[in-house]
C-alpha cells in the first residue's frame, strides 16, 4: 500500500510540475509593436462653428503605408479645431497587411500648433490607439499604445507608433 501511495504522489506531482511549466508557454504572451506611418489626406470636410475666429469641426479621410509592417492603412476620423493652434482628433484606422489580413483600431489624441526651429509654423500631433479587433493572424487582438507625429506639409503627415499587443486564441 505504500508503494502505490507513493506512486500516486509522484505521478501527481510530476503532472502538476508538468501543467506548471506548460501555463507561460500555453498564455498568450504580450508583444511590443513600433511602427513607422505617412499619411496623406485625402479627403476633407470643414464646417466651421462661428463661435469665436479659427474654431471649426471637421471629418477627414487619410490613407497611407506603414513602413516597418509593410501594410496599408486608411483612417477615418473627426476633428474639433481651434485653429492654428490645434484641437481634439478622434477616429477609426483599418491596417491592412501585405497577406490581406486587417487589424482595426481607434485613436484620440490632439493636435498642436507650435513654431518650428525655422520659426515656421509646425502642426504635432499625438495620442493613444487601441485595437478592436482583427482578421486571419490578427483575429483576437487586443491591444493599445501611443502616437506621435508631425505634419509634413498641408496634407501630409508622418507619425510613430508604439504599444503592446496580444492575440487570444
Excluded: C
Excluded at 479627403?43 to 474654431?55: A, L, M, Q, S
Excluded at 487619410?62 to 516597418?68: A, F
Excluded at 490581406?100 to 500631433?125: H, N, V
Amino acid at each position: 500500500m505504500k508503494v502505490r501511495t507513493k506512486w500516486v504522489a509522484l505521478v501527481f506531482l510530476g503532472a502538476l510540475v508538468a501543467a506548471l511549466s506548460a501555463g507561460p508557454a500555453m498564455a498568450e504572451q504580450k508583444m511590443k509593436m513600433k511602427g513607422k506611418r505617412f499619411g496623406v489626406i485625402t479627403e476633407t470636410t470643414v464646417h466651421p462653428v462661428g463661435d469665436v475666429k479659427g474654431h471649426a469641426v471637421g471629418v477627414t479621410v487619410s490613407e497611407g503605408v506603414d513602413i516597418l509592417y509593410k501594410a496599408t492603412w486608411r483612417s477615418i476620423s473627426n476633428a474639433d479645431l481651434h485653429m492654428p493652434q490645434g484641437g481634439t482628433i478622434r477616429g477609426w484606422n483599418i491596417t491592412t497587411l501585405p497577406n490581406g489580413d486587417k487589424t482595426y483600431g481607434q485613436f484620440q489624441g490632439k493636435l498642436e500648433g507650435k513654431r518650428g526651429p525655422d520659426g515656421k509654423p509646425m502642426m504635432l500631433l499625438h495620442g493613444t490607439w487601441k485595437f478592436v479587433r482583427g482578421t486571419g493572424k490578427w483575429a483576437g487582438v487586443q491591444g493599445s499604445g501611443t502616437f506621435k507625429g508631425r505634419y509634413l506639409g498641408k496634407k501630409i503627415y508622418t507619425y510613430d507608433l508604439d504599444g503592446e499587443y496580444t492575440i487570444k486564441k
